[in-house]
Every structure is written in structure tokens, then in C-alpha cells.
């Protein structure tokens, strides 16, 4: 039997993505959580990035979104998201059911990716997409910026968080500068038009941070 190279990045099925429904279909992206595990987040990977080490053991599931949606004039292509209930009664046992049919559990952590843009982006895109939406899943800090732990088990505290300058060192300094990236940078030569500018990329949590 031949093996399966495991560096090849998971893709949807082209069926799933061209399945006409009045609504977006979404479905567990098989395979997307364990790429990511060993080849960003795991030391041995080779797209190893340390940035995302407290990741490790970090509950989170990824879905296909089978096609990206419009927000503020920009089509979202992915979006990372605490899983929290903010509903109770049977609106929550609905959504319960839902993770638990997909996953078996419901996870700490949910990354959506459109899937219509990813079986037809390159490697390149695919990478800095995925690791834009891990980076929203950062390790929570005391009043010092020293990393915080659960001291029952030892596992790094999580949280989500909006992008800052680091992340876009992180994902240009690893994928180069994609064509937003240096808008910002041909920019940033030039004399401020105004007193703050907002930077988003196809990314839904971005966007919901924008004012």
C-alpha cells in the first residue's frame, strides 16, 4: 500500500465545495488540525514557527467553510474563535450537538477556512493564511508580559487576541510581503494622512475588531 505524504497540505473535496444550498455548507476540515500539529507547531516540523509553541496542546478544531463570506466590502477566508456559548436551554444544547457531532467533543478553539479559496490558492497562501488565524490564539501574559500557565496542569493559559505588529513580522518575515502588507509598507514612507490606520487582511476576527 502506498503511504501518504503527510506534508502535502489536507485539501477539501471539490464535490463539497461545488454543492449548491441556500446557506454556506460547513463540515470538519479532516486532517487540517494534525498538518498544522507536525508541521508549524511541532519542533521537527518543516515549517516549524516557535511563535506558536504554547499551540502545542491546544484544543482546537478546524471546518471547511465552503465558500467565504462578504464583510465591511472584504470576503472573509478565515476566522479564529474562542468557543463560547452565549446562549442557554435548547439553543445551547443545538449548538452542543453540532460541535459534538462534528468533533465528538466540543473544542476550545475553532479555525474556519474557506474552502473554495484554498483547493485553488498556492502552498504560500495557504501557509500565511492558516498561521494569520493561529496567531489570533495567543498565550495570556501578567502584568510583567511574563507568559501565564494553569498551575494544575501546566498547560499555557490561551486567549484570543487582535493582530499587532509582531504577527505581521511573523507571517512577512516567513511568507514575504503580500500586496496589503506592502501597500502598508509603501505607506509607512510616506507622511501619516491621518492619526490611525486600520489593517485587516480576509481575516473575520479582524474584522469583527474593527471599529
Not at 122 to 132: I, N, Q
Amino acid at each position: 500500500m502506498e503511504e501518504k505524504n503527510t506534508n502535502l497540505r489536507p485539501l477539501p473535496k471539490e464535490v463539497f465545495v461545488e454543492d449548491f444550498n441556500p446557506y454556506i455548507n460547513l463540515q470538519p476540515a479532516d486532517g487540517v488540525y494534525e498538518w498544522v500539529q507536525s508541521q508549524i507547531i511541532s519542533e521537527s516540523g518543516h515549517l516549524h514557527n516557535p511563535d506558536h509553541s504554547h499551540l502545542a496542546d491546544a484544543d482546537i478544531c478546524f471546518l471547511w467553510a465552503a465558500q467565504g463570506f462578504t464583510k465591511k466590502g472584504r470576503t472573509v477566508l478565515g476566522q479564529a474563535e474562542e468557543v463560547m456559548f452565549r446562549a442557554g436551554g435548547w439553543q445551547k444544547a443545538r449548538m452542543e450537538q453540532q460541535l459534538y457531532e462534528w468533533f465528538g467533543h466540543k473544542p476550545d478553539y475553532l479555525i474556519t477556512l474557506a474552502a473554495d479559496f484554498c483547493l485553488q490558492c498556492s502552498d504560500l497562501e495557504f501557509c500565511a493564511l492558516v498561521e494569520h488565524e493561529l496567531y489570533h490564539i495567543a498565550q495570556e501574559v501578567d502584568e510583567f508580559g511574563a507568559p501565564k500557565f494553569y498551575k494544575e496542569s501546566g498547560l499555557p493559559k490561551l486567549c484570543m487576541r487582535g493582530h499587532d505588529v509582531e504577527e505581521f513580522i511573523g507571517v512577512v518575515r516567513r511568507y514575504g510581503a503580500s500586496a496589503d502588507v506592502q501597500e502598508m509598507v509603501d505607506a509607512a514612507k510616506k507622511p501619516a494622512e491621518v492619526a490611525k490606520i486600520n489593517i485587516a487582511r480576509a481575516c473575520g476576527t479582524c474584522l469583527m475588531k474593527l471599529a
